[in-house]
């Protein structure tokens, strides 16, 4: 079966991002997300991605006005998948939450439609079950800025049906996507076994008093020749991800962690969202870290 109706549920930072993409590549796209507050904000996003995607592609003014016009919102989440071929999940990367949302979406779901998690920390197998149809889930995760970084990491559960396996493997790559095909569970995939720790490592000097995130960022840049540091990357990535994780991790009881979501809860509830807000640990469109002098 070629996938034909793409729904993303969620109209995150990155959710917004796969909507554009998909739709930008010309197939027609329901983005559902569970209110209308929410979806205003998706349609904020998805605005916003045009100018990105004339000035990084070369788009023209009719390309990324046709792609938007193919992007249907929707709060109402059997009206999203009903002629849904694969549905992309990037709702917030809480169990429970995404637990919760594909046993909704395991009542209105077609029979054929197959189901995708964009997790960027978690298995597949955690709620294969919870979809009702195992052999026809699994993960394809993309990385933030995805029509610059365009990689799609597609990683089957055991239960995961070969074929479904490769059509997504395929679909990646018409979207014009770099399709890395992850043949066993691993917690973090590729990209994120790698960058995590990195970030991790960073927000706990910080949350320790090590050092501010600054003196951290530039340190890295000056030391490996990086574009930017670990908290340039955390404001790309959205402070309220970076809150998740470390709030799911401090479910088990690790201090660290609690003070670290602690830290980022302060940084959201003072509106410093990231890149998304204009400001995070720095401020944009013209961050510190891009000055001349932040180095020397």
Do not use: C
Request: charge should be negative; avoid cysteine.
């Amino acid at each position: 079966m070629e996938f034909r109706n793409i729904t993303v549920a969620g109209g995150g930072v990155l959710g917004s991002q796969i909507a554009f993409q998909t739709a930008f590549h010309g197939f027609p796209v329901a983005l559902y997300d569970i209110s209308d507050e929410a979806l205003a904000k998706a349609r904020e996003r998805l605005e916003k991605l045009k100018p990105n995607y004339m000035r990084d592609l070369g788009a023209t003014r009719e390309q990324v006005d046709a792609a938007m016009h193919r992007i249907r919102l929707t709060a109402d989440l059997a009206d999203a998948v009903r002629d849904a071929d694969l549905v992309i999940e990037a709702v917030p990367e809480i169990a429970q939450v995404k637990r919760s949302f594909y046993e909704q979406l395991a009542k209105v779901a077609p029979a054929h439609t197959v189901l995708v998690t964009n997790s960027s920390t978690m298995v597949p197998s955690q709620f294969a079950e919870a979809t009702g149809r195992p052999e026809k889930f699994l993960a394809l995760h993309f990385a933030n800025t995805i029509w610059r970084n365009n990689t799609a990491e597609v990683m089957r559960h055991p239960g995961t049906d070969e074929g479904v396996f490769q059509q997504v493997v395929e679909f990646a790559r018409s979207i014009g996507m770099v399709p890395l095909p992850i043949y066993k569970e691993q917690p973090g995939y590729i990209l994120n076994s790698l960058l995590v720790p990195f970030l991790e490592a960073a927000q706990m000097l910080w949350v320790n008093e090590v050092a501010d995130p600054e003196t951290i960022d530039k340190t890295w840049m000056i030391a490996t020749g990086a574009k930017e540091g670990p908290f340039g990357i955390l404001d790309t990535v959205g402070v309220r991800t970076a809150y998740n994780i470390a709030a799911e991790k401090a479910k088990s009881g690790n201090e660290a962690y609690a003070r670290l979501a602690s830290k980022l809860k302060e940084m959201l509830d003072a509106g410093k969202l990231g890149r998304e807000s204009g400001e995070g640990f720095y401020q944009y469109p013209n961050p510190r870290f891009k000055q001349p002098d932040f180095l020397r």
